[in-house]
């Protein structure tokens, strides 16, 4: 990937830096998409970037991708990675109010469709480009008393879906990761979500440990290299193997 402009959304922390960090290895130039910590992240990679958005802002969107081209001359790779999951309150859903629930459709969900609606434009003049939407194990398992996170994740799916065969004839790869529960620094700042969800994550898998957010890099690095030239509208689970399909 050397070469290649690389930018990561929510990339200041959690899974979201380690697959910053895993594409910088491969070669990458990384760019660091955050609402907080943006640059201060992006200073750890050689001709780092780091600019702050909001995701799920129309006009911060298209300004950020305006900055990376301006700053970097094109995007090659785009990783949808920022979302809400840790912060959110486990309830039945009933309970959940109407603009908490737009609110995470908004952030996990519209965000990939204004991320790629900026960005593509980029890869369409560069003659292709490579988009890896980051989704998660709970809607194939239809994981309870999260069900706007989990309808948000399943979008995801349908999501890359659909726009991988709108953008085939581009040369604009699209595919998705969906990991299962990750400690990450955002679930870790949440000690009841580590209580509610460790154990019996661990005990469901075939790799019976944690998930770190490395488990997840090897997959969005192939995916975003010149092995997966023929791979689009994919989704792989990665989950020590809590989930087959």
């Not at 001709?47 to 094109?74: F, P």
């Not at 459709?105 to 469709?113: E, I, L, Q, R, Y």
């Not at 890359?160 to 004839?169: D, N, Q, S, V």
Request: include cysteine; proline fraction near 4%.
């Amino acid at each position: 990937m050397d070469g290649k402009v690389a930018l990561v959304t929510g990339a200041a922390q959690g899974i979201g830096n380690a697959l910053a960090r895993g594409l910088a290895a491969a070669g990458a130039r990384i760019v660091v998409a955050d609402l907080h910590g943006a640059d201060e992240a992006a200073a750890a990679f050689p001709d780092g970037v780091g600019i702050t958005a909001d995701v799920a802002d129309e006009r911060s969107v298209q300004r950020l991708v305006d900055e990376t081209v301006e700053r970097c001359g094109t995007i090659d790779v785009l990783v949808n990675n920022a979302g809400l999951y840790a912060s959110l309150e486990m309830r039945p859903f009933e309970q959940i109010p109407l603009d908490e629930w737009r609110r995470v459709m908004d952030v996990n969900v519209a965000s990939m469709f204004l991320m790629s609606r900026a960005v593509v434009p980029v890869m369409r003049e560069a003659g292709g480009g490579r988009i890896v939407n980051i989704s998660s194990g709970t809607p194939f398992r239809g994981v309870p008393f999260l069900l706007h996170y989990v309808t948000s994740k399943g979008a995801i799916v349908a999501f890359t879906r659909a726009l991988a065969k709108e953008l085939g004839k581009d040369g604009v790869l699209v595919n998705c990761v969906a990991p299962g529960f990750t400690m990450s620094a955002g679930v870790e700042a949440h000690p009841d979500v580590i209580e509610k969800l460790r154990d019996a994550s661990i005990a469901a898998r075939t790799l019976q440990r944690d998930q770190v957010p490395e488990d997840v890099v090897g997959a969005v690095v192939f995916l975003c290299g010149p092995g997966a030239s023929f791979v689009t509208g994919q989704t792989i689970v990665i989950d020590g193997g809590q989930y087959f399909h």
